[in-house]
């Protein structure tokens, strides 16, 4: 099994234009999450989806974030416009019952 | 409003002593909490776990203590080692998938 998989690792992006986030979750976990990292406030949820529905996207900064499931095999997170104060890292996690595994990351710098 | 807090943003430790590393909570729906390590370039990992109805977990050199009155947890490493250098991760959850992370403490072992 080769884990969740996030791409891309890293993204530079001028501030104005948009930005996505790309996850695949491990086959058989019917619940994927995208989670944000920084230094001030740890792991932050964003949104995260049961059986490809949109459960709580109650952590979504603003409407300038938008999150997607098309099917069980592939999330994306979407920012537009993009801004400084996004710049983070950006963890996809998918889980089972058993709990959850994260992916690896994309580290997201907006200049 | 974090409802998980580490207060430590780092601490040292020499190798072979006893790491602890603490967490509060706030939400008294919370029955569930887990530890969660991370190293550089890497999406954290899961360590152990505890339910509410249990005081104390114990997994080879991790033992989780929680303090349900105190709303309190603790997470012991001992012997600490150098490969025990990274951050650690408090997350509880209310009895369902979603989980709140606090905002992590670094750890460094010191051979």
């Known amino acids: 099994d080769a884990g969740v998989i996030q791409s891309p690792r890293h993204e530079v992006t001028e501030m104005g234009q948009e930005v996505t986030l790309r996850c695949k979750p491990i086959?058989?976990?019917?619940?994927l999450f995208w989670y944000r990292q920084t230094m001030m406030r740890g792991l932050e949820l964003l949104i995260y989806?049961?059986?490809?529905?949109?459960?709580?996207d109650s952590g979504m900064p603003e409407d300038r974030f938008s999150a997607k499931m098309p099917n069980a095999s592939f999330s994306t997170l979407k920012i537009q416009p993009s801004e400084p104060r996004d710049s983070a890292v950006y963890f996809c996690?998918?889980?089972?019952?058993?709990?959850?595994?994260f992916g690896s990351g994309t580290r997201l710098t907006v200049v | 409003d974090q409802q998980v807090k580490q207060n430590s943003p780092s601490l040292s430790v020499q190798e072979g002593r006893i790491s602890i590393l603490n967490c509060d909570y706030t939400?008294?729906?919370?029955?569930?909490f887990l530890w969660y390590k991370k190293y550089p370039a890497e999406g954290p990992t899961f360590l152990i776990s505890?339910?509410?109805?249990?005081d104390k977990n114990e997994d080879g050199r991790f033992t989780v203590f929680l303090n349900k009155s105190a709303k309190h947890l603790s997470l012991h490493i001992v012997p600490s080692q150098p490969g025990d250098s990274a951050v650690y991760f408090c997350?509880?959850?209310?009895?369902?998938?979603?989980?709140?992370f606090g905002t992590g403490t670094r750890l460094t072992i010191i051979p």
């Open positions: 996690a998918s889980s089972s019952r058993v709990g959850y595994t």
């Open positions: 086959s058989g976990h019917n619940s």
């Open positions: 989806f049961n059986n490809n529905v949109p459960i709580d």
């Open positions: 939400n008294s729906m919370f029955d569930y």
């Open positions: 505890i339910s509410s109805i249990k």
């Open positions: 997350a509880a959850s209310p009895g369902n998938e979603k989980l709140t």
